[in-house]
């Protein structure tokens, strides 16, 4: 994109170059396209296996279609980019089986520079090699490892674990870094050496950063106690950590960001079981779905003790109307008949109501801002 002469009159406001910092420009754009073209070879060394895929416009999903025109909406000001970014991820909709907004961050970030099938195979291979579950709409193989950070956190820097846990939990901004892959929270610059080192070293490098990050920001992460505050803090929120951030008076512009990446790629997690702790996150998650699921079931249970107004009116009128054994058995099978249908009613209702809310609840991950 950024190769066309009139993308910077077009695109100089919009969303996805709020962290450029002047890195690329129309001067210099040739240097970045050439560096971000060899994304895909720096890729197929850690793979191992080429990726061919041939581009397909085959979602159908009206509900994601929908998504994806909003998420292009909130990248891009010039309808013709939007549209290019939409057929993208329209392309990698069928691989992927699902979609999740990092998809457009990631494929939006790519697409300044190369061209659509280029981008289109970099992000399949991202999600076969490197986030394997993460672009999906409930990804609990992020959450998974979200909680494999805390875990690594602990064992390298126990009192940011400790300050962190007590406050908030991962998956409220891990997401930035394992889902969104830093678009719109680094700075172009440092953004263009993240991907380097993502592709170069494979999944690890996220938990390396994550704990780089953390530690590059020990000091303001340690007296802040208000979780709105920390919460930007972890997100690197432009708000509070603008593209000149400095930490002394003696750092240079950008040189705050570059640092995390440089420094993450000297945390050594040699000693860390990576599929050790994630059988564990993943164990732990299933105890606490079933704990969920059992406290769902006795709430139910107790939700059909109760006797709605219209069963008691039935009951009082068979009372007033028959008197004697014979009777009362007659009114209290019509009871026990009204009742099971009230049971069998508000069951398929709860049924129909949950169902609803699932869905609902899985369009609002796709929608909601990582």
Same mark, same amino acid.
């Given at each position: 994109?950024?190769?066309?002469?009139?993308?910077?009159?077009? !695109?100089?406001?919009?969303?996805?170059?709020?962290?450029?910092?002047?890195?690329?420009?129309?001067?210099?754009?040739?240097?970045?396209?050439?560096?971000?073209?060899?994304?895909?070879?720096?890729?197929?060394?850690?793979?191992?296996?080429?990726?061919?895929?041939?581009?397909?416009?085959?979602?159908?999903?009206?509900?994601?279609?929908?998504?994806?025109?909003?998420?292009? !909406?909130?990248?891009?000001?010039?309808?013709?980019?939007?549209? *290019?970014?939409?057929?993208?991820?329209?392309?990698?909709?069928?691989? +992927?089986?699902?979609?999740?907004?990092?998809?457009?961050?990631?494929?939006? %970030?790519?697409?300044?520079?190369?061209?659509? $099938?280029?981008?289109?195979?970099?992000?399949?291979?991202?999600?076969?090699?490197?986030?394997?579950?993460?672009?999906?709409? #409930?990804?609990?193989?992020? +959450?998974?490892?979200?909680?494999?950070?805390?875990?690594?956190?602990?064992? &390298?820097?126990?009192?940011?674990? @400790?300050?962190?846990?007590?406050?908030?939990?991962?998956?409220? &901004?891990? /997401?930035?870094? &394992?889902?969104?892959?830093?678009?719109? +929270?680094?700075?172009?610059?440092?953004? #263009?050496? %993240?991907?380097?080192?993502?592709?170069?070293?494979? @999944?690890?490098?996220?938990?390396?950063?994550?704990?780089?990050?953390?530690?590059?920001?020990?000091?303001?992460?340690? $007296?802040?106690?208000?979780?709105?505050?920390?919460?930007?803090? *972890?997100?690197?929120?432009?708000?509070?950590?603008?593209?000149?951030?400095?930490?002394?008076?003696?750092?240079?512009?950008?040189? &705050?960001?570059?640092?995390?990446?440089?420094?993450?790629?000297?945390?050594?997690?040699?000693?860390?079981?990576?599929?050790?702790?994630?059988?564990?996150?993943?164990?732990? #998650?299933?105890?606490?779905?079933?704990?969920?699921?059992?406290?769902?079931? !006795?709430?139910?249970?107790?939700?059909?003790?109760? #006797?709605?107004?219209? @069963?008691? !009116?039935?009951?009082?009128?068979?009372?007033?109307?028959?008197?004697?054994?014979? /009777?009362?058995?007659?009114?209290?099978?019509?009871?026990?008949?009204?009742?099971?249908?009230?049971?069998?009613?508000?069951? @398929?209702?709860?049924?129909?109501?949950?169902?609803?809310?699932?869905?609902?609840?899985?369009?609002?991950?796709?929608?909601?801002?990582?």
């Amino acid at each position: 994109m950024i190769t066309s002469k009139k993308f910077w009159d077009d !695109e100089k406001d919009a969303p996805i170059l709020k962290r450029n910092s002047n890195f690329i420009s129309k001067d210099n754009h040739e240097d970045a396209c050439k560096r971000a073209g060899q994304f895909y070879n720096i890729m197929l060394k850690y793979i191992k296996d080429d990726i061919n895929v041939e581009a397909k416009n085959e979602c159908t999903d009206k509900e994601i279609l929908r998504i994806i025109r909003l998420d292009a !909406e909130r990248t891009f000001t010039n309808e013709e980019n939007r549209t *290019l970014l939409i057929e993208v991820l329209k392309s990698i909709y069928p691989i +992927v089986n699902d979609y999740h907004q990092g998809m457009s961050f990631v494929s939006s %970030f790519l697409l300044l520079f190369l061209k659509p $099938k280029e981008v289109t195979k970099i992000v399949i291979g991202l999600h076969k090699h490197y986030l394997q579950g993460y672009f999906k709409a #409930m990804p609990k193989a992020y +959450v998974r490892d979200s909680r494999v950070f805390l875990s690594i956190l602990n064992k &390298f820097h126990s009192n940011l674990y @400790e300050h962190i846990e007590k406050l908030i939990t991962p998956e409220a &901004f891990v /997401s930035k870094w &394992f889902i969104g892959l830093n678009v719109h +929270v680094l700075t172009f610059e440092s953004l #263009m050496l %993240f991907f380097e080192e993502l592709l170069k070293e494979g @999944e690890i490098f996220l938990f390396k950063y994550s704990i780089s990050l953390c530690k590059s920001l020990e000091k303001e992460i340690m $007296k802040t106690k208000d979780v709105s505050k920390l919460l930007a803090l *972890l997100r690197l929120d432009a708000s509070i950590i603008p593209n000149d951030y400095k930490q002394s008076k003696s750092d240079k512009p950008g040189e &705050f960001f570059i640092n995390i990446i440089k420094n993450a790629s000297k945390v050594d997690m040699t000693d860390i079981d990576l599929d050790k702790l994630r059988d564990e996150a993943s164990e732990q #998650m299933r105890i606490e779905e079933e704990r969920r699921k059992k406290f769902e079931m !006795e709430r139910s249970l107790s939700d059909d003790e109760i #006797m709605f107004s219209d @069963e008691i !009116e039935d009951e009082e009128s068979d009372k007033n109307s028959d008197s004697g054994k014979s /009777s009362k058995s007659n009114g209290s099978g019509k009871s026990s008949k009204s009742s099971e249908s009230g049971k069998s009613n508000k069951n @398929e209702k709860g049924n129909g109501s949950a169902k609803k809310d699932d869905k609902e609840d899985k369009i609002e991950k796709r929608e909601c801002d990582i």
